[in-house]
């Protein structure tokens, strides 16, 4: 069993920053999708941005473009999304996914086959 674990969640303020990390098993890192996706209360899950080391792309959800990036994490096999600007629409609880594909990668939830637990992310004032 794949297990990916969140860590970094929290509250902040309007236009305040937050990055989260999410631990990936060494042998995922290096050939799967990365992704994270979002969940508000009473809403659908959506996508926030997805990254594969093996093509070196990323797929931006469009609130997350200018705001959000990810970026390898300085603690060894993590994947950290950095969040700056947010919004108290920003809030909600915060997944990351590991898929096998298609490539380059979407933003598509059916597609990820092992997720983490969520983080909490509140955004206000």
């Known amino acids: 069993q794949v297990q990916l674990v969140e860590s970094g969640g929290g509250s902040v303020q309007p236009g305040g920053s937050l990055r989260l990390s999410c631990e990936v098993p060494?042998?995922?890192?290096?050939?799967?999708?990365i992704g994270w996706f979002r969940q508000a209360p009473g809403k659908e899950r959506e996508g926030v941005i997805c990254f594969s080391e093996s093509d070196r792309k990323t797929t931006y959800g469009d609130f997350a473009k200018g705001r959000f990036t990810v970026s390898r994490g300085d603690r060894k096999n993590t994947v950290d999304l950095n969040m700056v600007d947010l919004k108290p629409e920003d809030t909600g609880v915060y997944f990351c996914a590991a898929s096998l594909g298609p490539y380059p990668c979407r933003l598509i939830a059916k597609t990820y086959d092992y997720w983490g637990q969520g983080a909490q992310v509140t955004v206000a004032s």
């Open positions: 060494k042998d995922i890192m290096d050939s799967w999708i």
